[in-house]
């Protein structure tokens, strides 16, 4: 089983929709969870950082960590074509652990 | 402006034929690390550096080799490579609120 689970997609949406993108992990450990984007034939960026459970919220993009659950989730509200993309989750203890990254699309 | 750069940004190559991908990184930051990324594995980490002189295997160091001298360098070394490490390669420089990547470095090993 690997420490960090992520549905790899791909996933469809229409131009101003609300999208969710979810992660489970294994490993009680970690304390920080983190969102990346990554666009195609880029590195990833960092999109969101949290460190407790609870909600964190950045202009559309709000992020969400269930730490009784092991659960971590990114909203985009509105969602917008430059918003497909590579989204990665990213949690660490001492090291950081990547999902396999969900392939976004926005519809226009 | 904050950067990490890696060069080459495209590299074809031989088995065997060592080769050198530097990192650089303007934010002085203590750590770095490295990456591979495949399709259907995602990011790997294959090494990293707590700080100058201090650096540690990740998942899958085989076959890689990296040094740090300086704190704003961290090259990653190919000794012998193979087809195995046909790779998409990322650097990564880390403060303690995330990791910032650089642009990637496409290598082919024939």
């Known amino acids: 089983q690997k420490e960090v689970e992520q549905d790899p997609g791909p996933l469809s949406v229409p131009e101003g929709a609300i999208v969710s993108l979810n992660c489970t992990y294994s490993?009680?450990?970690?304390?920080?969870f983190m969102w990346y984007r990554q666009y195609s034939r880029k590195g990833p960026e960092l999109l969101m950082y949290?460190?407790?459970?609870g909600n964190k919220e950045d202009g559309r993009f709000t992020a969400q960590v269930d730490k009784s659950s092991k659960y971590i989730s990114l909203f985009i509200r509105d969602s917008q074509p430059s918003d497909s993309a590579t989204y990665l989750c990213?949690?660490?203890?001492?090291?950081?652990?990547f999902g396999q990254g969900t392939r976004l699309t926005i519809n226009p | 402006e904050a950067q990490v750069t890696q060069n080459p940004r495209y590299l074809i190559t031989v088995t065997g034929k060592k080769l050198t991908v530097t990192c650089s990184q303007n934010?002085?930051?203590?750590?770095m690390s490295w990456y591979r990324q495949d399709p259907g594995l995602g990011l790997r980490q294959i090494y990293y550096?707590?700080?100058?002189?201090?650096?540690d295997k990740g998942d899958v160091p085989e076959g890689y080799k990296v040094s740090r001298k300086e704190k704003r360098n961290f090259p990653l070394i190919l000794e012998s490579p193979s087809p195995n490490q046909t790779s998409l390669y990322f650097c990564?420089?880390?403060?303690?609120?995330?990791?910032?990547f650089g642009p990637g470095t496409r290598l082919l090993v024939l």
């Open positions: 550096s707590m700080n100058v002189e201090v650096t």
């Open positions: 949290t460190y407790s459970s």
């Open positions: 490993n009680s450990a970690f304390q920080y």
């Open positions: 990213a949690m660490s203890f001492q090291k950081l652990v």
């Open positions: 934010m002085n930051h203590e750590y």
């Open positions: 990564a420089s880390s403060s303690g609120t995330g990791s910032y």
